[in-house]
């Protein structure tokens, strides 16, 4: 009797209850809802580009592949594995950080490249059927990058239902600003710290304010471990690396040697800088893997705005110095009052990583905008800034610093209403989304350990 009563309680343990499946996989029932939908609008809104079709013959000179490729993959390296992990240095979220990233930033492409498409062509007052070339793939990998900064400051707080309502939500406010940026205010902002990093960070600390269980915050385990941070250093090594090719996929010709100069010059005194300023800081003048892991890359956000501009390798060299120590006293000092006096949580930091730096960046290509020579480059000035046509340089360096706050504008605004949406959407308000939530194998903590 007692065989057959475990036998009966094993098979009972195997089945499903169909109530329980339909309200736990929810985001089964959402992804199959993005793929049908997106099949649709891609048979409806999108066709090749011409180079896809076959039009230039064999023309290989003007293949857009042999251009942008190289650098595109390098991106998408960054989106992939850069950002996934870096945020696996929390031992509870490891998982989640880079499978999620994994789905969200596939998600993100796909419907960043038509919803992207379809505000550009609103505020053009111009209707057209979305081309598809590989710049739109590389668009498509900058909307991601926004998306997944978001993400970055909700891990651990957000369950994946929550997330999938998030991306489309985000990405309409995306495209609003950047299409505002781009064709309204002609602002250049070659490497995204203002429509990327800057938008990505202030939205998501909004989400993650409007959220956030404030009575549960002080229980939360957000702690790391050896191992996990060993493993976020992968993601800030591929992130390092890589970032001129993200701040300089777009640019042609002259601009695009200043990018990657500019970047890597800025990159790299970011990182002596944060060293420095980790030691100088930090209890018992001890580095901290959190300042490393973050704070190195600060000078690749902060000079995304100018990378293109002749503002000469000493300016490089300033803003990445400027941009990581920011980080530093930003995990320091700027983070832990954020939380304790307006109970503002940020998973990973990216108030000091993406947000101070792509504020300073912002800053730096206003001033760079406003003192700019014609004469200084080698192409026409409207090649570099498409509103000099008709603008002075004061005038495009104005425009430069509307941008900049219209990005703010948006970006938190528009995360305080997302938040509020999805905070309808939240299954258990007390749950606490560890990797064992989503994932199989793993054991879900009891009450006494959330």
């Given at each position: ?6 036998q009966q309680d ?6 499903w209850n169909?109530?329980e499946?339909?309200q736990?996989n929810?985001h089964?029932?959402l992804?199959v809802?993005?793929?049908i939908?997106s099949?649709?609008?891609?048979s ?13 013959g064999s ?7 042999n ?6 993959q390098?991106?998408?390296?960054m989106?992939?594995?850069g950002?996934?992990f870096?945020?696996?240095f929390?031992?509870k979220y490891s ?7 994994f789905?969200?930033a ?10 992207n ?7 053009k007052?111009?209707w ?8 739109s793939?590389?668009?498509g990998?900058?909307?991601?990058g926004a998306?997944?900064i978001t993400?970055?400051a909700?891990?651990g707080?957000i369950?994946?239902e929550q997330?999938l ?9 995306y ?5 505002l ?5 002609k602002?250049?902002?070659?490497g ?12 998501g600390?909004?989400?993650s304010?409007?959220?956030v269980?404030k009575?549960k ?5 957000f702690r ?6 060993l493993?976020a250093m992968?993601?800030t ?7 001129p090719?993200?701040?300089g996929v777009?640019a042609?010709g002259?601009?695009?040697h200043r990018?990657?100069i500019?970047t890597?010059l800025a990159?790299t005194?970011s990182?002596i ?7 100088l800081l930090r209890p018992h003048n001890k ?9 190195t890359l ?6 995304g ?7 000469g ?10 941009a ?5 006293i930003g ?11 307006f109970?503002?949580h940020?998973t ?9 730096p ?7 290509g ?5 003192v700019?020579s014609?004469?200084?480059?080698g192409?026409?000035i ?6 000099r046509d008709d603008r ?9 610093l ?7 504008v948006?970006?938190?605004g ?8 999805i905070?309808?959407?939240?299954p ?6 560890v990797?064992?939530v989503?994932?199989?194998?793993l ?5 006494r350990?959330?």
């Amino acid at each position: 009797m007692e065989i057959e009563q475990k036998q009966q309680d094993a098979e009972l343990n195997t089945k499903w209850n169909l109530k329980e499946k339909l309200q736990l996989n929810l985001h089964n029932y959402l992804i199959v809802i993005f793929q049908i939908v997106s099949i649709i609008l891609y048979s409806i809104f999108t066709q090749y580009g011409v180079e896809a079709v076959g039009d230039t013959g064999s023309d290989t000179s003007s293949n857009t592949i042999n251009t942008y490729y190289p650098m595109f993959q390098d991106v998408h390296v960054m989106i992939f594995i850069g950002f996934g992990f870096l945020m696996t240095f929390l031992r509870k979220y490891s998982f989640s950080s880079v499978g999620m990233n994994f789905l969200i930033a596939a998600i993100t492409i796909q419907y960043s490249i038509l919803i992207n498409g379809f505000f550009h062509c609103l505020f053009k007052n111009h209707w057209e059927i979305l081309t598809l070339d590989i710049t739109s793939l590389i668009t498509g990998d900058f909307a991601a990058g926004a998306v997944l900064i978001t993400f970055g400051a909700l891990l651990g707080k957000i369950s994946v239902e929550q997330l999938l309502i998030l991306v489309p939500l985000e990405l309409i406010f995306y495209s609003i600003n950047e299409s505002l940026g781009v064709e309204v205010f002609k602002a250049v902002d070659m490497g995204g710290s203002m429509y990327v990093h800057t938008f990505g960070a202030y939205f998501g600390l909004a989400v993650s304010y409007m959220i956030v269980n404030k009575d549960k915050l002080e229980r939360a385990d957000f702690r790391s471990s050896k191992t996990s941070d060993l493993l976020a250093m992968v993601g800030t090594i591929f992130l390092w690396l890589y970032w001129p090719s993200f701040n300089g996929v777009l640019a042609s010709g002259n601009s695009q040697h200043r990018v990657v100069i500019n970047t890597v010059l800025a990159l790299t005194n970011s990182c002596i800088s944060a060293f420095f300023m980790s030691r100088l800081l930090r209890p018992h003048n001890k580095f901290s893997m959190e300042d490393i892991q973050n704070a190195t890359l600060a000078g690749g956000v902060a000079v995304g705005s100018s990378a293109d501009l002749v503002i000469g390798p000493y300016a490089s060299l300033i803003i990445g110095a400027v941009a990581g120590s920011l980080s530093v006293i930003g995990y320091t000092y700027i983070q832990p009052y954020l939380q304790k006096k307006f109970k503002l949580h940020d998973t990973c930091g990216v108030h000091n990583l993406h947000g101070m730096p792509g504020i300073l960046g912002g800053i730096s290509g206003w001033i760079s905008a406003s003192v700019v020579s014609d004469s200084v480059y080698g192409d026409s000035i409207t090649d570099v800034f498409p509103g000099r046509d008709d603008r002075t340089a004061g005038q495009q360096g104005g425009f430069q610093l509307l941008a900049l706050i219209v990005t703010l504008v948006i970006s938190m605004g528009g995360g305080a209403l997302t938040g509020k949406i999805i905070n309808q959407a939240r299954p258990e308000k007390e749950r606490e989304y560890v990797d064992a939530v989503s994932y199989t194998h793993l054991t879900l903590p009891t009450n006494r350990e959330v």
